[in-house]
């Protein structure tokens, strides 16, 4: 199970981004993760026929690294470190450690 998934509200704790909040757009890999609008790059690209792409400059968003992350609380309304508990029920689910208010629901 991982921390932060995808349609996760997660805010950037470090690198030039640091302070802007966005969703998880996708996870990558084990350790890097897309939010929505943040880490913006520009790519220079080749008109392409073949799959009617046209060329030219595209902003898109780049991967961050999942340390750089941090699951926005709306209680708080800041980052929080999250934990992982077993309710009565035998799900396991993620909390936030600094009010114990589990986050998937």
């Known amino acids: 199970m991982r921390r932060i998934r995808k349609g996760d509200d997660v805010i950037v704790i470090a690198g030039r981004d640091r302070g802007r909040r966005g969703n998880v757009v996708r996870v990558l ?6 939010v929505d609008n943040v880490h913006m790059i520009k790519r220079h690209t080749k008109p392409n026929p073949a ?3 046209p060329g030219g400059i595209i902003e898109k968003e780049a991967p961050i690294h999942v340390s750089n992350v941090m699951l926005y609380n709306p209680m ?5 470190r999250v934990g992982f508990r077993v309710l009565e029920d035998g799900r396991k689910v993620r909390y936030f450690k600094s009010n114990n208010e589990v986050v998937d629901v």
């Open 29 to 34: 890999d084990a350790d890097r993760v897309i």
């Open 51 to 53: 799959r009617n792409q």
């Open 76 to 80: 708080t309304e800041k980052g929080d």
